[in-house]
């Protein structure tokens, strides 16, 4: 009788080893068929009841060495790599993506083009009055700025605090925009209300409350206009790009990325200004990259080198919170720069024309 030695058991489980594989890649060969027909069929690619009834037949045939609970890991794992291959089959190159040689999307807005040389897009947080935004529509243009921001539509945390003008605050956008020669760019927070912001905007902004809003963000896209898509503030960039990717499902590719910082564990800004992201977006897509300073930074003060840092990384554009009188303004007050503190930081940004 011929002995069993160490190297013969090696021997057959290297064996083993690769029948497992052979059956792996089988069995990998049989998912991808079975995710053809679900395509086909409008099937949804994960079963979940179908996983439990395969783990129950298996721990009913189970003979051991291996206990039940092992049997069961072992086939979960199997199962989690049988379905993210189905789904790497659904995976579709993003129309946003940079492909090899792609030129970047520049989109001319009023007398501007944003995706070329940086822009600035200014002004307040929410529209007050005629007063307050006459004020800022003038001194933009003395500046040679060319895009007004501002609310009309307020999404607050708060369902008592100012929630903006709405019709009449987009009245008064447009005509101060018509006023000085400007462009509007004002947030869109309903799809009720998409006509009606496309009506009197220059660009529709879908703030970062909304980026996970797929509806509106199909809406925006269709109204025909340049969409500024915020990034949420707990949003990877993986599905930042794919918002972006609802906006411009309908032909639309006039969409700008806006980040405007992300939430972290830092208490002494409003938010954390990922500047790694204007880099990162820049080589993953085709789209223009702005970063709005005022709401990463929440404080007025250091605006400025937040503005060159995002301007360093490769953004094309700056926006920023401009306010007559900021200690009197509704919402944001102590992130909103005066007139005057606006224009030192166009010059201390080197944006001033």
């Known amino acids: 009788m011929t002995e069993t030695t160490l190297e013969t058991l090696r021997e057959e489980l290297q064996r083993i080893n690769l029948e497992l594989l052979e059956l792996l890649s089988r069995r990998g060969t049989v998912v991808q068929q079975v995710q053809a027909i679900k395509q086909r ?41 049988s379905v993210a291959l189905m789904e790497a089959g659904q ?28 822009v600035v897009i200014a002004g307040p947080c929410a ?37 903006g003008l709405g019709r009449r605050g987009l009245e008064l956008l447009r005509d101060v925009a018509r006023r000085y ?35 509106l963000l199909r809406e925006a896209g269709a109204a025909g206009k340049p969409v500024l898509l915020k990034r949420g503030w ?29 939430r972290t564990f830092e208490t002494q800004t409003r938010n954390t200004l990922d500047v790694s992201a204007v880099a ?16 990463a ?11 060159r840092a995002a ?6 554009g700056v926006m920023v919170e401009v306010h007559p009188n900021p200690a009197a303004a509704r919402s944001d007050a102590q992130q909103q720069l005066d007139l005057d503190e606006f224009e030192r930081f166009l010059a201390a940004v080197g944006l001033q024309s």
């Open 127 to 163: 529209v007050e009055d005629e007063a307050q935004l006459d004020a800022v529509g003038r001194r933009l243009r003395q500046l040679g700025v060319r895009l007004l921001r501002g609310g009309a539509y307020k999404s607050r945390s708060s369902p008592y605090a100012f929630q």
């Open 91 to 118: 995976r579709k190159v993003l129309r946003v993506g940079r492909a090899p040689g792609s030129p970047d999307v520049r989109i001319p807005v009023g007398g501007a083009e944003i995706g070329g040389a940086p």
């Open 181 to 215: 020669g400007l462009a509007v760019v004002t947030e869109v927070t309903d799809t009720r209300h998409v006509a009606l912001v496309a009506a009197h905007a220059d660009v529709l902004q879908v703030g970062a409350r909304n980026m996970h809003n797929y509806e």
């Open 311 to 316: 301007l360093a990384a490769g953004a094309q």
């Open 41 to 81: 069929d409008g099937l949804p690619t994960y079963a979940p009841e179908r996983e439990q009834a395969m783990l129950a037949a298996l721990t009913a045939a189970n003979r051991g060495p291996f206990p039940d609970d092992t049997i069961r890991h072992l086939f979960r794992e199997v199962f989690r790599a």
């Open 280 to 295: 990162l977006l820049r080589a993953q897509s085709r789209l223009p990259v702005v970063v709005d300073v005022s709401h």
């Open 234 to 262: 707990s949003a990877t960039i993986e599905e930042f790009l794919w918002a972006a990717e609802y906006a411009v499902l309908s032909g639309n590719e006039q969409v700008i990325l806006c980040e405007r910082g992300i």
């Open 297 to 307: 930074a929440g404080r007025r003060d250091i605006l400025a080198p937040l503005a």
